[in-house]
């Protein structure tokens, strides 16, 4: 069974520093991994989609990459501003139309202090 | 549409009350999911649509709760003789299926149900 965790939890960081957000899984038979951000109370935005045969993808500020043989990706985000404020998630899709093919990890929540 | 859209943005109701919630997906997504979740909490899944069938219905908490897609296109989420355990953020997200190619989820802003 596919299991996706988080780390860390929880991440409290003054204004300007980069900082890596970590999601690993368990299971390397995956169609791609996503990330969202997700701001209280609301919905999940899709942040950056890597396909399994990718290394990373960049968009902004953001870069996240994926070792798949380690069951690894990271979440980099440089010169974090108040903004960036949010739980960050990340999500493994798996092969297969069914209901739980997306697998989620539980998240890790930023707070960029001004 | 442009993206997945969801209604009401907030829902109050009163304990007992039927409500409906709905989504409506990307234009040509056939994949439709919903998830809850509770406050401070991740995501539960609830049910899966493809098309107009809903394959997977697994998560769905008791009967009290159904849905339906209709036109391959709008889902409505049903909760009847709503209760307090159901207040929540009712998430509803589309896709394309898998045909040899992973595309991601798009989510829409969720419904916050709050039963008082």
């Known amino acids: 069974k596919q299991e996706v965790t988080q780390i860390p939890a929880a991440l409290s960081v003054p204004e300007g520093e980069n900082l890596v957000l970590n999601c690993s899984f368990t299971?390397?038979?995956?169609?791609?991994l996503q990330w969202f951000r997700q701001d209280p109370g609301k919905g999940l935005t899709s942040l950056l989609l890597?396909?399994?045969?990718?290394r990373e993808q960049t968009s902004g500020r953001l870069n996240a990459s994926l070792d798949k043989s380690s069951g690894r990706s990271t979440l980099y985000i440089a010169a974090s501003q108040p903004g960036d404020s949010a739980t960050y998630l990340c999500?493994?899709?798996?092969?297969?139309?069914?209901?739980?093919?997306?697998?989620f990890g539980p998240g890790t929540r930023l707070s960029v202090l001004p | 549409g442009a993206g997945v859209s969801q209604s009401p943005s907030n829902k109050v109701t009163e304990k007992g009350k039927d409500v409906e919630l709905r989504c409506d997906p990307i234009?040509?997504?056939?994949?439709l999911y919903w998830y809850r979740q509770s406050l401070g909490q991740g995501l539960e899944f609830l049910i899966y649509?493809?098309?107009?069938?809903?394959p997977d219905k697994s998560g769905l908490p008791s009967d009290r709760f159904s849905a339906e897609r209709t036109g391959g296109s709008v889902s409505t989420l049903t909760i009847q003789r709503t209760q307090q355990e159901d207040s929540a953020v009712y998430l509803c997200?589309?896709?394309?299926?898998?045909?040899?190619w992973g595309y991601g989820y798009t989510f829409g802003s969720g419904t916050r149900l709050t039963v008082v």
């Open positions: 997200a589309s896709s394309l299926p898998d045909s040899g």
């Open positions: 649509f493809q098309g107009n069938s809903a």
């Open positions: 299971d390397s038979a995956i169609y791609n």
């Open positions: 999500a493994v899709r798996l092969f297969g139309n069914y209901g739980q093919n997306f697998v």
């Open positions: 234009s040509g997504h056939t994949a």
């Open positions: 890597i396909q399994s045969s990718q």
